[in-house]
């Protein structure tokens, strides 16, 4: 499986604020997702990052709240932006991967906690 | 109806027993079905994958599926207290997403 890590690891901001959060990995992968977990809940898709191409994001978030980069195959970053408390989650970067019978799999991140004053 | 389901527990076992969860989804064109492990503050860890109708063992933990049924399972033999955790079931559309849709968790508690 893929190495995955995200920076930071956990921060506290202002309202009104952005942060951009860093997902690296350390072999090629073409697909990259971004997840939301709001505490005590499941995983909820932000979007799909493929490289070369604009960002897919799923209903409910938009690419001016949560602007991604995907400049090569190892990388990307979500940006949240203009933050408010309700944004305080855990933000979860993913990576496919593929590999014996039957298809692809996918492979997390630590995980970013953001915490919104 | 959630595309996902799953009972969110607590489940509580005795250590040693065997742990049974249980998830159902909607989408009848799902091809690939998963389970994670997610322990307290950390990220989901994939414990198994399955594709194919039937039972996939790995160790003390097996996947069935049962796609006429729309149902994925997962046993945990020989329970143990560190197995206590939040299982998230995931399934993958294969209609050209390649995203997974989760189910909410069940809680899994392992009494020594």
């Known amino acids: 499986s893929a190495v995955i890590s995200q920076k930071p690891s956990r921060d506290i901001c202002q309202r009104g604020t952005s942060l951009t959060i860093q997902c690296q990995v350390d072999?090629?992968?073409?697909?990259m997702f971004w997840y939301r977990q709001q505490p005590g809940q499941s995983l909820t898709l932000i979007a799909t990052?493929?490289?070369?191409?604009?960002?897919?994001?799923e209903s409910g978030f938009v690419i001016d709240k949560f602007p991604i980069s995907r400049p090569n195959l190892t990388f990307s970053t979500l940006t949240v932006s203009n933050m408010s408390p309700e944004d305080s989650s855990i933000y979860l970067c993913?990576?496919?991967?593929?590999?014996?019978?039957?298809?692809?799999?996918?492979?997390f991140g630590p995980g970013t906690r953001l915490t919104v004053l | 109806q959630k595309e996902v389901e799953q009972n969110s527990g607590p489940l509580s076992v005795p250590e040693g027993a065997i742990a049974s969860l249980n998830c159902t989804y909607s989408d009848r064109g799902s091809q690939s079905f998963f389970w994670y492990r997610q322990y307290s503050g950390k990220s989901p860890e994939l414990i198994m994958s399955i594709y194919s109708n039937g039972d996939k063992e790995d160790g003390r933990f097996t996947a069935q599926l049962n796609k006429a049924s729309q149902y994925v399972s997962l046993l945990i033999r020989d329970s143990q207290p560190s197995d206590s955790a939040t299982y998230l079931c995931a399934v993958n559309t294969g209609t050209g997403r390649r995203a997974l849709t989760f189910g909410s968790g069940t809680r899994l508690q392992v009494q020594p």
């Open positions: 990052a493929n490289q070369g191409s604009e960002a897919t994001y």
């Open positions: 072999s090629q992968v073409t697909m």
């Open positions: 993913s990576v496919e991967s593929f590999g014996g019978r039957g298809g692809s799999t996918q492979y």
